[in-house]
């Protein structure tokens, strides 16, 4: 069955960095694109940055542009969002997405808190 398993959630500093990963599996995913999202307690889930399917395109919200970067690996159906200069406004839990076509599949989340 298809699955999206995030990892690489913690607690963080302000000014710190971590990698999130997730790796999916029970379908095609080179066909597919692939996306981070997250969700703020009491805020709805947004767009956080996506990347085309072979990893040409890539599209990021204004707050996170130069201090996130997504990417993919293909051979390990995998795909990552590194997080730099992490700020509280940060702290979310973070969503993998995956679509193509008529299908969209999400992940279970992973906790990102940014706190001194």
């Known amino acids: 069955q298809v699955q999206l398993v995030e990892s690489g959630g913690a607690l963080v500093q302000p000014g710190g960095s971590l990698r999130l990963s997730c790796a999916a599996s029970?379908?095609?995913?080179?066909?597919?694109?692939m996306g981070w999202y997250r969700q703020a307690l009491g805020k709805e889930r947004e767009l956080v940055a996506r990347i085309g399917s072979v990893g040409g395109i890539r599209n990021y919200a204004d707050s996170v542009k130069g201090r996130f970067t997504v990417s993919r690996d293909n051979a390990k159906n995998t795909v990552y969002l590194q997080m730099n200069s992490l700020k509280p406004e940060d702290t979310a839990v973070y969503y993998c997405?995956?679509?193509?076509?008529?299908?969209?599949?999400w992940g279970q989340g992973t906790q990102v808190t940014v706190s001194s």
């Open positions: 029970g379908f095609a995913f080179s066909q597919y694109g």
């Open positions: 997405n995956a679509r193509y076509n008529n299908n969209n599949y």
